[in-house]
């Protein structure tokens, strides 16, 4: 008659949940926590993680972790609306893998964590993921199997949603990753070629900036062109403004989107200080690098213009929480190091949070810590209301991986409406690692 709880089912060998449930809470079904398992599916795409042998661009050869035999992984790109199939097959990764979709709010089931959402796929086993592509924007995808060797070895790329209206697409759309390599090597875009590029004058061209990797606030500095930051982490903002001499800083897992119009001369990306790296874009073939300005820092607080949300810094809130960020030394599991904390405690034994579907909830994020911290909540996107006491004033500003610096305080707020069992950890997956995880669960 329905109203028995569902039951857990199993395919391809991993413990989808049974419906979420405690105490006398309502059952949620098995459909909202899985992606649509039935249909043929509007694109698929086929992605093998093995290890090889890679050569760095800086001519070092590394044994590397790969999604396909290149690092990084390919780019699956899909349109807005689609139903999307990704088969993993994991080759000889002895220490398994997944797929999690960074940034995307797919159902729970779908969300690729070892040991909370599916079992690590294990070599010569496969595993098939379904979700519907509902936000249109950059996102990347990654193991989330020991995430930090995973991700450090190259089980990386690119996801990009393109909008179901091809009208709004730019003329160059180009996707810059940046990753280390032990400090030595660096990837960027799918290959070294994409280093030097010729656009034509009057070409809207669209950068897509993903930094992968930890330890590394990575500054991009574009010169020769005023330029418009029209997404972060993923999501449109409202009215952007041309910015000229602004360095846009990531860290790990978070994405900027850039926008300007080829002018009639060069245009560079410099990554980091400028060193070699990052992009020249020339009208021509030819061109001398633009000289590199002094510049400050972009701080989305107060850019764009403001619009309608969902909910406000003066919504009323059915949760509020606090996240103390910070790290001390302590003896754990035997070992007395530096460990990462969330209101004091190393995970496991970090708390959970603990909401109800539907429900509207705050968070206040303090890193009391010497480090910046990029918290990244699954499922979920942030709305940022305020940072250090001030309210956002600017474009509503989405984050699903938000940079606090030493001595910052956010407040977020997101609505519950994603139920199943979702991390909530620094980005910088040594912190991760070290003790700075802990889950966001339904009752
Ligand atoms: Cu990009 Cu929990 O991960
Ligand atoms: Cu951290």
Redesign the pocket.
Known sequence: DGSAPPSGHRHHGAVVPAGLAAGDSEVIPVTELTGPRDGEADRKFTVTAQRKTVKLSSGKEVEAWTYNGQIPGPELRMKEGELVEVTLVNQDIEDGVTL?W?GLDVPNAEDG?AGATQNAVMPGETYTYRFVAEQVGTFWY?S?QH?KEAVQKGLFGALIVDPAEPAAQPQEDITVITHLWDGAGFAIGADDSMRRRTIAPGTTVKLRLINTDDWVRQSYILTGTPFKVTAIDGTDLNGPTELENQSLDLLT?GRYDVAFTMPDRPVALRVGRGDGLGILMTPDGGGVLPALQRTTTFDPTHYGTAAETPFDADSEFDREFTMILDNRFAFYNGRFAAYDTINGAVFPNTPMFVVKKGELVKTLIVNRSAVEHPM?L?GHHMLVLSRNGERVTGSPWWSDTLDVAPGESYEVAFLADNPGVW?D?C?NLVHAAAGMTMHLMYD
């Open positions: 999690h960074h964590v990654h989330h995430s897992g990244h699954h991390m950890h980005h």
